[in-house]
């Protein structure tokens, strides 16, 4: 018996939009969404009016769903932060606070290098 191969799932146009003007919306903590709605893609005139597009089904299921994770997180950090060493929990911070400045866009971390590396590096980028 022959299989069927299986579709690859496309997102929508629309969902590709949606999920990239709602990072933008997170990262700029809800400031000036019209902003982020025409960065994501969307028309001036549906980026004049915001609310349409934070009261469409489709991100109000994403709100909600970002919602109940952040309110499970923070209620079992309740239960374990008294017994939790005191590593743990500095890991714990330093963890979210990396991941909060990758969603952002930002370095997590600094490097610096040598004269003699960056020398290294720009011959190789010209060597190629």
């Known amino acids: 018996m022959k299989r069927k191969p299986i579709k690859k799932i496309i997102p929508s146009k629309n969902a590709v939009k949606r ?7 997170i990262e700029n903590k809800g400031k000036d969404k ?7 893609g969307y ?3 549906y980026a004049i009016n915001p609310s349409d597009f934070m009261n469409t089904l489709a ?3 994403e709100l909600n769903f970002l919602q109940y994770e952040t ?8 239960k374990t932060r008294n017994r939790a060493k005191y590593k ?3 890991d714990s911070y330093i963890g979210f606070k990396k991941l909060g400045q990758l969603m952002g866009g930002n370095p997590t971390e600094r490097l610096t290098i ?4 960056r020398q290294a590096v720009d011959e190789a980028f010209k060597a190629n």
Do not use: F, P, Q, Y
């Open 19 to 25: 999920e990239k003007a709602l990072s933008r919306i």
């Open 34 to 40: 019209g902003k982020c709605l025409l960065e994501a």
């Open 43 to 45: 028309s001036n005139n």
């Open 59 to 61: 991100v109000r299921k």
């Open 71 to 78: 309110d499970r997180i923070k209620e079992r950090l309740e």
């Open 88 to 90: 743990e929990l500095t």
């Open 114 to 117: 040598t004269a003699e590396e």
